[in-house]
């Protein structure tokens, strides 16, 4: 009867230990499948991640695309407008700037000419005075025998001021491009002849060479 029970409780443990050793292999392989799981599932939230990266890259493209042409037609229109009026500011101040030289021109052609000589002015056109009769001299000395010679009176070389157009402003403009002689706009030289060319536009300027050559007779 003992041999029996000793047997019997045998038996009954069997089962626990098989059910044990069958846990621990279904966690083993749960454990093993779990691994490969995270494994995939790191690749594709790697994939994701590369995927998204190319998309933010293109998305950038076509934004930056988009963006970029309609501003630059914007930039284009704005530089456009801004030459166009710095031209007509420009066009603006020449011609104030011409205007003030006629007015003072004639400001000055109405000023005394001893005043126009000590500014170093623009002279006015000079009335022939009236010539007074000459006072009679004493009577010479015995000793000289021979008269004295009449002073020559001293012909004036003939400014840029003479010519008509030309009053002040434009002649401090001229002296800074190097035109400082009649003559250097009656017969220019190569670089008279350019510096010239930047007063082209200046009114009356087809006038100066016959003008100037008619100053110096030529």
Known sequence: MAKKAKSGSKSSASPVETLKGKGQALVKDINTKLKGTRKELQGQVNDLNKQIKTLQKDLNKSVE?????????????????????????QKEFDERVESLSALQ?????????????????????KKTPARKPAAKKAPVAARKTAAP??????????????????GPVLQKKLAEAGIKEVSDIASPSAANQKALEEFKQTRGYETWQSQARELLGK
């Open 105 to 125: 021109d004639r400001l000055i052609s109405h000023l005394p000419q001893e005043v126009i000589d000590k500014l170093h002015l623009k002279e006015a056109p």
């Open 65 to 89: 695309k988009d963006i970029k042409k309609p501003t630059m037609k914007l930039i284009d229109k704005l530089e456009k407008n801004y030459q166009d009026q710095m031209k007509k500011m």
């Open 149 to 166: 010679k009449p002073n020559k009176p001293k012909t004036r070389a003939p400014k840029i001021s003479d010519i008509k157009g030309i």
